[in-house]
């Protein structure tokens, strides 16, 4: 069973998966009297009320496995003692810092969150070997740490009927 750490959301694809909008989250705030009645929903910080909730489902530590999406170490020092593990998608921008325009502050706290979320978890995933390789020269992750897994791929049968999410056009870009 997969549970999300998220109060709410405004992806679309998360949404037709029936995941709460912000409107809701926002209303079930209001009625719970953690909001003020004439709030909007501009208002709102979502990436904090989402740190929050996920912070309080870490404290509550019913789960068996913890798997954090981004590089932010905020959830570290409520991590109880439960394994957590870290995919790592690409390496690419640290390889080529001399040829990547970039934020050079930003990117120096990406490499330190990393080097500090792949220090204390339980594995680090590879999307490739050649990922891997990169997280062992750049990072010194111990190559005894690193699993790869790679992306998954299934090939649809001809017969396959799409259920499609919505009922308008629209580009899926990944």
């Keep these: 069973e997969i549970a999300l750490g998220i109060a709410s959301t405004q992806n679309l694809y998360m949404l037709a998966q029936g995941y709460p909008s912000c409107e809701t989250t926002l209303k079930r705030l209001i009625d719970g009297g953690k909001m003020k009645p004439d709030t909007k929903t501009d208002d709102i910080d979502w990436k904090k009320v989402n740190q929050i909730f996920s912070r309080n489902a870490i404290k509550r530590a ?13 959830f570290l020092e409520y991590m109880p003692n439960i394994p957590y593990v870290v995919t790592i ?3 690419a921008f640290e390889r080529m810092r001399d040829y990547i325009q970039f934020n050079e502050q930003m990117c120096l706290n990406d490499f330190k969150n990393r080097e500090e979320i792949m220090a204390h978890a339980s594995k680090v995933i590879a999307i490739s070997e050649a990922t891997k390789k990169d997280i062992i020269d750049i990072y010194k992750v111990p ?3 690193i699993e790869v897994v790679y992306n998954a791929y299934r090939e649809i049968p001809e017969n ?4 499609k999410p919505f009922d ?6 990944v």
């Excluded at 396959?160 to 259920?163: A, S």
């Excluded at 308008?168 to 870009?173: A, E, K, Q």
């Design 62 to 74: 019913d789960y068996d496995v913890f798997h954090p999406t981004h590089y932010n170490p905020y």
């Design 89 to 91: 998608h690409d390496l």
């Design 143 to 145: 190559e005894s740490k």
């Design 160 to 163: 396959y009927e799409y259920n």
């Design 168 to 173: 308008f056009p629209y580009i899926l870009y």
